[in-house]
């Protein structure tokens, strides 16, 4: 274990996953989304510098047999990434990605688990999460239409979240945008935005 006093996850992770547990529980407990259920741990998407702070935070908290472990596998997987998109050799930061590019590089790796995702379906970092980890698994409203989050919510009722959840989902994303943006300011950081193995290398 690290000597290195840890930090607890930053307020705003807190209050997001506070959030989700009133929301999951507005929908009366029918969500299937619980530790051990890995189905959207599998993918590729883009995390934040916040969440990168959270996750270098978790990995310090685990034994260096399994923090090596993990950081090995996201090594592995950004030298994947760097050969299929060259582009990430020189920056690693997406925000700026054409829609289309990026469509293609996430139907690429469609099949990539997160380099925390343990065998038995567990997250090797689950205190540290990043934000999107912590609010996956609602049913989206968009233009009125409610669908389900993900294929395995296929007798999931479709209920739409109270006004009151989604101005405090909105209150939080504006939280995020301003933290995200103090941290790309204080770091100098060329983007906000990475792909999620690069959020497992130390910086």
Same mark, same amino acid.
């Given at each position: 274990m690290s000597e290195t006093p840890l930090l607890q996850p930053r307020p705003l992770f807190k209050k997001t996953a506070r959030w989700f547990e009133r929301a999951k529980a507005s929908l009366f407990d029918n969500l299937p989304c619980c530790r051990g259920c890995s189905h959207c741990c599998v993918g590729l998407f883009s995390v934040t510098l916040l969440d990168k702070q959270e996750i270098q935070q978790g990995l310090q908290s685990l034994p260096s047999k399994d923090r090596k472990r993990l950081e090995d596998t996201a090594v592995e997987q950004v030298n994947q990434l760097r050969i299929a998109a060259p582009r990430l050799r020189m920056n690693q930061f997406v925000d700026r990605w054409p829609d289309d590019e990026m469509d293609t590089l996430v139907e690429r790796f469609d099949a990539l688990p997160c380099p925390a995702l343990e065998r038995d379906g567990r997250c090797g970092v689950y205190e540290y999460r990043?934000?999107?980890? $912590?609010?996956? @698994?609602?049913?989206?409203?968009?233009? @009125?239409?409610?669908?389900? #989050?993900?294929?395995? *919510?296929t007798s999931v009722p479709l209920i739409r979240l109270s006004n009151a959840l989604r101005e405090e989902e909105n209150l /939080?994303?504006? $939280?995020?945008?301003?933290?995200? #943006?103090?941290?790309?300011?204080?770091? @100098? #950081? *060329? @983007?906000?935005?990475? /792909?999620?193995?690069? #959020?497992? /290398?130390?910086?």
């Open positions: 990043p934000l999107v980890c $912590r609010s996956m @698994g609602l049913p989206m409203d968009s233009d @009125g239409v409610v669908s389900g #989050a993900c294929i395995i *919510q /939080l994303a504006g $939280r995020e945008a301003e933290e995200l #943006a103090a941290v790309c300011h204080h770091n @100098g #950081a *060329q @983007g906000g935005e990475l /792909l999620l193995p690069y #959020a497992f /290398l130390p910086d």
